[in-house]
């Protein structure tokens, strides 16, 4: 018996999510670029960079530009696809991280990819995943450009709070989301923020772990953690900067 109509798509794409959810990264790609619909595209990307959060160490040049391909192609057959263009701000911002102050302000990377994610929440307001990501791109333009940057770009721990206090409310089980903003906040300053710190892990260690890339998160705070317990503050803040 033949596949039902929509189902073509269907079964592929189910297939993709499963091996996302399961770490086969590199199988959940294959599988949704053979099935060529901008959703399928866009969870693509997603897996190229998830398995490259998972190594840990930043992205090479050649994984970020396949996850951007990837998140154009999304846009190409969708030009208002949402996780396509989510999964682009994130690979954007990655590919800033190794850059100086100067580099990353001459590219103007931060200020597409917080455009990408802005125009994600005008159109989907409840999408936890953009909130996110802008609680982190605002602390992370604080950390790294100080007060004259983030004038310059608009950028506000009051914004990173809200933005994040959001995400909490839409997705209060999603390890990945309380991790990073733990991650960004210890990065930034681990004393003056540590009350803001320690309840995000708490929040990260006690959720629901579905995913491979959500207890790959898990173990990250279990280190910070430890960290906060017996390092110094210059070496906590050291520590969360190489994290992802």
Not at 46 to 71: H, I, K, Y
Not at 132 to 148: C, K, N, T
């Amino acid at each position: 018996m033949g596949l039902a109509h929509g189902e073509e798509t269907m079964a592929p794409r189910q297939a993709a999510a499963d091996a996302y959810a399961a770490g086969r990264y590199a199988d959940a790609a294959r599988i949704a670029v053979a099935a060529d619909t901008a959703d399928a595209y866009a969870l693509a990307a997603r897996a190229v960079l998830a398995e490259a959060m998972c190594q840990g160490a930043q992205p090479s040049d050649a994984v970020l530009t396949r996850a951007e391909l990837l998140a154009a192609e999304a846009l190409t057959r969708d030009p208002n696809h949402v996780e396509g263009r989510l999964q682009l701000a994130i690979a954007l911002s990655l590919r800033m991280r190794p850059m100086s102050k100067m580099q990353a302000w001459r590219t103007g990377l931060g200020e597409e990819a917080r455009e990408l994610a802005e125009g994600v929440i005008r159109d989907d307001p409840a999408n936890a995943y953009a909130h996110g990501f802008l609680a982190v791109w605002h602390v992370e333009v604080v950390r790294r450009g100080g007060s004259f940057g983030a004038a310059m770009m608009g950028a506000s721990l009051e914004q990173a709070f809200n933005h994040y206090e959001r995400a909490r409310a839409l997705a209060p089980n999603d390890a990945g989301l309380h991790w990073q903003m733990a991650r960004a906040l210890a990065a930034y300053d681990p004393e003056d923020y540590r009350g803001e710190i320690d309840a995000a892990l708490a929040r990260t260690l006690a959720a629901d772990e579905h995913t491979a890339l959500q207890r790959v998160m898990v173990a990250r705070a279990w280190l910070l953690k430890d960290a906060l317990q017996s390092e110094d503050s210059e070496t906590v803040a050291a520590l969360a900067a190489s994290l992802l």
